[in-house]
């Protein structure tokens, strides 16, 4: 495996990631995230709207695996923000999930203005030791800035929509990350696999041994995100690991760069709140 990233707190987190969305009932989300544990991950992302933090918190103590070697991160829900709701959905969290602490907590989306005094509870739980950091998500350029003139708790993390067609409209946001020390994930990178990879994604996947999801998961990695693919299948659970014994070349970035058409899986942010 790579080195893993570093936060800006000093902590690091491992290079890739394991998401859950849509992984319901409980029990389903157990048998995943006990496969993905089993296969390697050792980031789980979930989020309280996913409605299976019991069956993630489940596996990740039955898994055997110490703790403090598993990094959880949930989501704190747009119905839940405000000072004393962050607080208590926090709390909620936590309970659902069985664990006495989170690796990552983040404001799920930059939905309404409420997100001020949730990043102020944020640093409260930080404060309280029931979360060792704190991001966001679907955060823009402004969002952030906006953030950063009213707090000097800078995330850690930024969790947004990443994939080869939505790269040019992310590029600045990437660079402007970067410029603060703020890890980007990448959520939804293999577009859910709403849209058949692209042709000359297959070629590159032909070229370098691997498979288009395994060369869109290097595409991540190598723009220095932490990509968070999701799958209930074993095969492409572990699948999804194996990118560490290749490396994209500049021509195959380039590429990948290319196929930007700016069609989202999810909202677009902007504006937004
Ligand atoms: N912060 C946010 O607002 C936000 C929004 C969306 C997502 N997320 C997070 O990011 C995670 C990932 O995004 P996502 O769930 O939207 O989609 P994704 O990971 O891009 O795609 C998941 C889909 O890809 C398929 N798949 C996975 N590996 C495959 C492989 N090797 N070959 C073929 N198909 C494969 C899965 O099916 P199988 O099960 O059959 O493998 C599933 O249908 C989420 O689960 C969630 O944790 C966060």
């Given at each position: 495996?790579?080195?893993?990233?570093?936060?800006?707190?000093?902590?690091?987190?491992?290079?890739?990631?394991?998401?859950?969305?849509?992984?319901?009932?409980?029990?389903?989300?157990?048998?995943?995230?006990?496969?993905?544990?089993?296969?390697?991950?050792?980031?789980?992302?979930?989020?309280?709207?996913?409605?299976?933090?019991?069956?993630?918190?489940?596996?990740?103590?039955?898994?055997?695996?110490?703790?403090?070697?598993?990094?959880?991160?949930?989501?704190?829900?747009?119905?839940?923000?405000?000072?004393?709701?962050?607080?208590?959905?926090?709390?909620?969290?936590?309970?659902?999930?069985?664990?006495?602490?989170?690796?990552?907590?983040?404001?799920?989306?930059?939905?309404?203005?409420?997100?001020?005094?949730?990043?102020?509870?944020?640093?409260?739980?930080?404060?309280?030791?029931?979360?060792?950091?704190?991001?966001?998500?679907?955060?823009?350029?402004?969002?952030?800035?906006?953030?950063?003139?009213?707090?000097?708790?800078?995330?850690?993390?930024?969790?947004?929509?990443?994939?080869?067609?939505?790269?040019?409209q992310q590029r600045e946001l990437l660079i402007y990350c970067a410029g603060q020390g703020i890890v980007v994930e990448a959520y939804s990178p293999?577009?859910?696999?709403?849209?058949?990879?692209?042709?000359?994604?297959?070629?590159?996947?032909?070229?370098?041994?691997?498979?288009?999801?395994?060369?869109?998961?290097?595409?991540?990695?190598?723009?220095?995100?932490?990509?968070?693919?999701?799958?209930?299948?074993?095969?492409?659970?572990?699948?999804?690991?194996?990118?560490?014994?290749?490396?994209?070349?500049?021509?195959?970035?380039?590429?990948?760069?290319?196929?930007?058409?700016?069609?989202?899986?999810?909202?677009?942010?902007?504006?937004?709140?």
């Open positions: 495996m790579l080195e893993p990233p570093v936060l800006n707190t000093g902590r690091t987190i491992p290079p890739i990631g394991f998401g859950t969305w849509e992984i319901k009932p409980n029990q389903a989300a157990k048998k995943a995230v006990l496969a993905a544990l089993k296969a390697g991950y050792r980031l789980i992302d979930t989020a309280k709207i996913y409605g299976n933090e019991q069956g993630v918190g489940e596996a990740i103590r039955e898994s055997g695996i110490p703790r403090e070697e598993v990094f959880v991160t949930t989501k704190l829900w747009n119905d839940d923000q405000g000072y004393n709701r962050t607080l208590e959905a926090c709390r909620t969290s936590l309970q659902n999930l069985g664990l006495d602490y989170l690796d990552l907590y983040l404001i799920h989306w930059p939905a309404s203005t409420r997100r001020h005094p949730s990043w102020d509870a944020m640093k409260q739980l930080k404060e309280e030791g029931l979360i060792l950091d704190a991001g966001v998500s679907n955060y823009t350029i402004d969002h952030l800035r906006e953030l950063q003139e009213r707090s000097d708790m800078v995330p850690a993390v930024n969790q947004v929509e990443f994939h080869p067609f939505i790269y040019e293999l577009s859910r696999m709403a849209r058949e990879p692209h042709q000359a994604i297959h070629n590159i996947a032909r070229e370098v041994g691997k498979t288009p999801q395994q060369v869109v998961l290097r595409w991540c990695i190598q723009h220095g995100t932490v990509p968070l693919p999701r799958s209930t299948n074993p095969r492409h659970i572990e699948a999804n690991l194996q990118i560490f014994d290749f490396e994209l070349s500049d021509a195959h970035m380039k590429v990948l760069n290319s196929l930007s058409d700016g069609e989202r899986i999810t909202w677009d942010p902007e504006g937004m709140g």
